[in-house]
C-alpha cells in the first residue's frame, strides 16, 4: 500500500500527518517513509522529524535529492548546480514498493502540487502523475483552506490524479469541513487538532484516533495495484 502526502502548500502538516499516519499502522504492517526531495536541510529534514516522532518502528529512506537552502527544488537544484532527474526519483520508487512489500509506504510531497522541480517547468503534480499513487490532500483547518483546498483538488482531477482524501490540520472547525467535502466532493478522511507538545507520545495518541471511520484505509486498499485481482 502507497500514498503520497500532499498538500495545499509548504508548513501546512505533511510531515506531522505522515508521522500519525505511519504510527496508526505502525504494529500492524510494515512502515515506511519516504521524502524524494528535501530542501531546507539547513533547518533539520523531515525524514529525522517522522524518524523521531512516529517511532523505532519507521523505516526511513533516504532522500534521492535534498538541498540546504530552504527554496523552491528547481532554484535549490539550480543553485547547487544540480538538476533533478525524475526518472531517477521514478526508479528509486519502483524499488521502495517492491521493498515495502504489503506494508505502508508514505511518500511526502514537496510544498503544494505546482512546485516546480525543474528550470523547465517539470511541476511536482507531473512527477506525482507518473507516480501513479493515491495523494491525501493536507490542508489547514482554518481561514482560507475552502478556497486553497479546492484549487488544490481541481489541479488534482485535472491532472488525473487519484484523490484518497482530505485531511484538515488544526483547529477542528465544522463549516470548514462541510464546504470542503460539499463543493470538493471529497471526504476529510481525518482531523488533526494542534499537539501540544508535539511528541511521540501525542503523535501515537492522535494516530489511534486518525481516520477513525476507516474510510483513508478502504481507500488505499483497494487502490493496490493487485487489489481486485485473484
Ligand atoms: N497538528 C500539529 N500539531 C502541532 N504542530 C504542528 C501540527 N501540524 C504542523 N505543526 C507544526 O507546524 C510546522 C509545519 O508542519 P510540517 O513540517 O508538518 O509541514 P509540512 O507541510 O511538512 O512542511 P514542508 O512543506 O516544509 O514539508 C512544524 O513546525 C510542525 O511541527
Ligand atoms: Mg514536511
Redo the contacts with the bound molecule.
Sequence with gaps: MEVVVT?T??????????AVLLARWAGRVGVTYW?PVAT?AEEGS?SL?VASLAGPEVRVLKECYRFAPPLSPHLAARMAGVEIEPERILSACRRHRESAGGGLLVV?G??GLLVPLTDRGYLLADLLKALDLPCLV?ASSQLGTINHTLLTLEALRSRGLSLAGVVL??PSNLENRRAIERFGRTRVVAE?????P?SRE?VAR?ASEFDRDGVLERHLLESRPDAGMG
Aim: a negative charge.
Design positions: 498538500g502548500g509548504t508548513e501546512i502538516g505533511k510531515t506531522v500527518v505522515s521524502k531546507g523531515d522529524e511526502e514537496i510544498g493536507v490540520n488544526g488533526l487538532e494542534l499537539l501540544d508535539l501525542t492522535a
